[in-house]
């Protein structure tokens, strides 16, 4: 290995954590974008846009920021062998689309 190869903590450069942080990105990205359609339809729908707005872009900030330590865990957890779901992400994720969808309705219904 010479001083410009990526320095990977498991033996896989390709396996989970990679295809993992690459498709929590795409989701941080069609969060971003779900925000900037709901900032298009403030004018027409009103103020309520805004909590779906900050929904959004509250969600991709957390996945943002909490990136770096999914992929160590589970970059080690290859290492060890033994790699545990991140139930509390999927949860928290599901949260907020059934969130995003609630108040999307009341937007609409009231609006």
Sequence with gaps: MNSTDPVFP????G???ERTVMSWGRTTLALCVA???FARWLPHYGIGMLVLISLCLLAAGG???TQRKRYKESSHGIVRERI???VVAVFAMSAIVIGLG???LLVIITG
């Design 84 to 86: 545990h779901a991140d």
């Design 102 to 104: 609630v108040v999307g």
């Design 35 to 37: 925000a900037m359609v």
């Design 10 to 13: 498991h033996q896989d450069p």
């Design 15 to 17: 396996l989970q954590p």
């Design 63 to 65: 996945i943002y920021f």
